[in-house]
């Protein structure tokens, strides 16, 4: 019984987690490339949501070293472009800085 | 001399209105162009301490950035301020007085501020324009204004002296031929006096009962034609120098002028077997005697001139005023009103020179005097002249 109370709390609260949370936090923590400083990277390039979201979206879905910012191993993410977008609208609301300047 | 023709004024104004409209277009362009000049020269001057101010943002902007935003202090000044837009003109932060900024320009005067536009060459904070305003003292703007009085005034008055001889070395050919026929006129019409009175006094004195009828009806013709030339004459004293005859205002019996004046007329009436008739009550006018002659000669003469052999004129006077209608060839309506105008004349058939009407509506004007033709082509034309009491 507890176990199932379990197994629902944790469905339940991996399901409540967003998308970004769910996908794309844990595997890169786990690999020391914390999401932030390349949130920052991508400002310092590509400067607005548009530009920032657009790049990511292409380096995410066909990484070519030539416009990756870290080059280590091209590494090709697959999602569904859907569930990406998503991810990636999470991702910019969590670390932009409009509104975070005093 | 003074202006006389109406198409000498006409052409006058004309070339008055395109030289001041081109005077002004030029005064226009011209300040409109100092002015620009003047104003990038002050935001040109500007442009180093911009270039500093928006530097030193752009440093503090990488500290941040490099912070992660940790440190989210945006840098502030008391000599300017700034703001950051991203690639998309969205703004990031603004210290600044405006939200419209014009990123075309990178160097601009907007309202009483200066704006610089700089562009660093990474993107800290997704900052891809760095804007930095500072206050404009507008004392340069003073300066220029100043300068374009005095200068626009110099320039005005230059071209106004230039207009003037402009105007003079235009006109002259025109007034010299203008003075030319003004003086011929004037003496030429002078010179006839003398021999015209002398044939008219001396046909006064013929007794012409003692001699033959058909020299009688030559001298008559004489008369007529010498009487003519004497009209003529008066006629163009008048228009020559009716702006130098002083008016000698009196109270005219209008019955004995117009009597007078029949008795003038009445070989040149009897010569185209016309009656004359008069019917007279109490009636007079305050005018000059000499001037009212004129239009009363004029009126007759045209009674005479264009009535038929054997027709009649009817003259009647009234208390404050008269009229003539002769049973002659009638004004049609639609050239009522052009009739007076110098030079027309009904038809070209007939002598004269067409300047009686003209002349009649001078003097008219003069006195106050109202006019109304009442006509009916080839049946009457009647001039009835009124006034005030």
């Known amino acids: 019984m507890a176990k199932i109370v379990l197994q629902l709390f944790l469905a339940l609260s991996l399901f409540g987690a967003d998308v970004f949370v769910q996908k794309c936090v844990h595997c890169h923590t786990s690999r020391h490339l914390p999401l932030k400083p390349i949130f920052f990277d991508y400002l310092l390039y590509y400067s607005s949501e548009r530009g920032v979201k657009a790049a990511m979206l292409r380096n995410l879905t066909h990484p070519d070293p030539k416009h990756l910012l870290i080059k280590k191993n091209p590494f090709k993410h697959h999602f569904k472009e859907a569930t990406l977008k998503k991810a990636l609208d999470i991702y910019w609301d969590k670390y932009k800085v409009i509104g975070k300047i005093r | ?87 998309d003109y969205v703004k990031i932060f603004s210290l600044l007085d405006t939200d419209s900024i014009n990123f075309k320009n990178f160097l601009y005067k907007q309202g009483r501020f200066i704006y610089f536009i700089k562009e660093p060459e990474l993107y800290y904070l997704g900052a891809k324009y760095v804007v930095i305003q500072i206050p404009d003292d507008e004392r340069w703007l003073v300066q220029v204004k100043k300068n374009l009085l005095i200068f626009g005034g110099l320039f005005l008055l230059f071209m106004a002296i230039l207009g003037y001889f402009l105007v003079k070395q235009f006109l002259r050919p025109m007034k010299d031929s203008l003075i030319l026929l003004n003086n011929f006129i004037k003496d030429t019409t002078h010179e006839l006096n003398t021999p015209v009175s002398t044939i ?19 001298l008559s013709r004489i008369d007529i034609a010498a009487r003519t030339i004497s009209t003529i004459y008066k006629d163009l004293t008048y228009l020559l120098m009716h702006e130098k005859l002083p008016s000698h205002i009196e109270n005219i019996d209008m019955n004995e002028l117009l009597a007078q004046r029949i008795q003038y007329f009445k070989t040149l009436a009897d010569s185209k077997r016309i009656k004359i008739s008069f019917l ?95 006509s009916r082509l080839n049946q009457y034309t009647r001039i009835t002249v009124t006034w005030q009491k």
């Open chain 2, 200 to 218: 008219l006094a001396n046909i006064e004195t013929i007794d012409t009962q003692s001699l033959d009828t058909k020299v009688a009806k030559k």
């Open chain 2, 280 to 374: 007279q009550s109490p009636c007079f006018l305050r005018a000059d005697k000499q001037k009212i002659a004129r239009l009363v000669d004029n009126l007759l003469s045209n009674a005479i001139k264009y009535n038929k052999v054997g027709g009649t004129i009817k003259i009647k006077t009234f208390q404050n005023g008269f009229y003539i209608e002769d049973s002659g060839i009638g004004i049609p309506p639609d050239k009522q009103k052009e009739i007076f105008e110098r030079y027309k004349r009904l038809t070209s058939s007939e002598g004269g020179f067409g300047i009686g009407l003209h002349i009649v509506m001078m003097i008219a004007k003069e006195f106050g005097l109202a006019i109304k033709i009442d």
């Open chain 2, 1 to 87: 001399m003074d202006i006389n023709l109406p198409s000498e004024r006409k052409s006058l104004i004309k070339f008055l209105g395109l030289y001041i409209f081109l005077t002004l277009i030029i005064l226009a362009l011209a300040s409109v162009m100092y002015y620009k000049f003047e104003k990038d020269v002050m935001l040109y001057a500007h442009l180093p301490k911009l270039q500093e101010d928006a530097k030193e943002v752009i440093h503090r902007l990488k500290a941040m950035h490099e912070s992660l935003l940790e440190d989210n202090f945006y840098p502030r000044y008391s000599t300017f301020k700034s703001a950051i837009y991203d690639a």
